[in-house]
């Protein structure tokens, strides 16, 4: 029997007999289309033992995974758990003082949102040594597939990130954000997690100077095959998004590079017709 065929076991013999702890690896999946992972996450995964994973966008990711690899799903679905963070936090550390090298698969950036960063602190802290593998985040999937550059000399000299998370409970739920900074004048900024509040995003938004005409959009499945861009105004977004149903995953991009948009995405679906008109000639 190989190693890798040897069941998971976190009993006191295992970890008794096991000696300097295994290395765990933060991996960023990317935001969606495999072909987007690096080719250092794409051999990390093709060497992996334990994956540890959470939803991700991007099924094809979990393709570069051996079969002979335990497969452990730790993220949330349709708003369940399936492991608190806590309990995710504490099986890396079992799992890598049992010997067993751990590779953390994480959506987009490991460092992006996704609480990446509490896991390696943890993993610091608990003196498990552990190597991280950026991704590329969902924000710069989208601008490049949605034609939006992030930042542009006329348009957008600041960027972003934040999430739109609500907390709280039932109608005292809110987005508590420094609203002041979000609505700086010609900078992009662009929402995580943020759909739930897209309507107070965009209310505080304009309440704290933005223009409701201030372009703005949410852009779903980046860089999926069925990735959906709904562009309209910080006036006219909520309602646009719940007409068209737009779901999570989904980011909210606002500012003017939003408008960009309308001649980049169309560039780049006539780049290729010329090209195929081209090899037809
Ligand atoms: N670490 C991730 C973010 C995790 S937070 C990253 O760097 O991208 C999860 C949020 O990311 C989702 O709620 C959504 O707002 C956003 N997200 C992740 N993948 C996405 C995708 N393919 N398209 C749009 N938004 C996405």
């Avoid at 390696?120 to 040594?129: K, N, T």
């Avoid at 779901?247 to 006539?270: H, M, N, Q, Y």
């Amino acid at each position: 029997m190989s190693a890798l065929d040897e069941p998971l076991r976190f009993d006191a013999r295992s970890l008794l007999a096991a000696g300097a702890p295994a290395k765990v690896t933060l991996v960023g999946a990317g935001p969606g289309d495999p072909e987007l992972l690096t080719i250092k996450a794409a051999n990390a995964l093709r060497a992996a033992q334990v994956v540890l994973h959470d939803s991700l966008v991007g099924d094809g990711v979990l393709d570069f995974v051996p079969p002979s690899a335990h497969r452990i799903y730790v993220g949330k679905r349709a708003g369940c758990h399936a492991m608190s963070q806590r309990a995710i936090i504490e099986l890396m550390l079992q799992l890598a003082r049992a010997g067993r090298p751990v590779l953390r698969l994480k959506g987009g950036d490991p460092y992006v949102f996704g609480r990446g960063g509490e896991e390696a602190l943890a993993l610091a802290e608990a003196g498990v040594p552990f190597e991280v593998i950026p991704g590329i985040s969902a924000a710069q999937g989208a601008a490049a597939c949605a034609g939006m550059p992030l930042t542009h000399r006329d348009h957008a000299r600041a960027l972003v990130f934040a999430t739109g998370h609500l907390q709280g409970v039932g109608d005292a739920r809110t987005v508590d954000l420094d609203w002041p900074m979000l609505a700086r004048p010609r900078q992009t900024t662009v929402i995580y997690m943020g759909l739930g509040a897209l309507p107070v995003i965009c209310a505080q938004l304009m309440q704290h100077g933005l223009p409701g005409d201030t372009p703005a959009a949410t852009v779903e499945r980046a860089t999926c095959s069925d990735e959906r861009t709904i562009a309209g105004t910080l006036e006219t977004l909520p309602a646009l998004a719940r007409v068209h149903g737009v779901r999570s995953p989904a980011l909210i991009v606002v500012g003017e590079v939003v408008r960009l948009r309308d001649t980049l995405a169309k560039t780049a679906s006539s780049i290729s017709a010329v090209v195929v008109n081209a090899d037809v000639a």
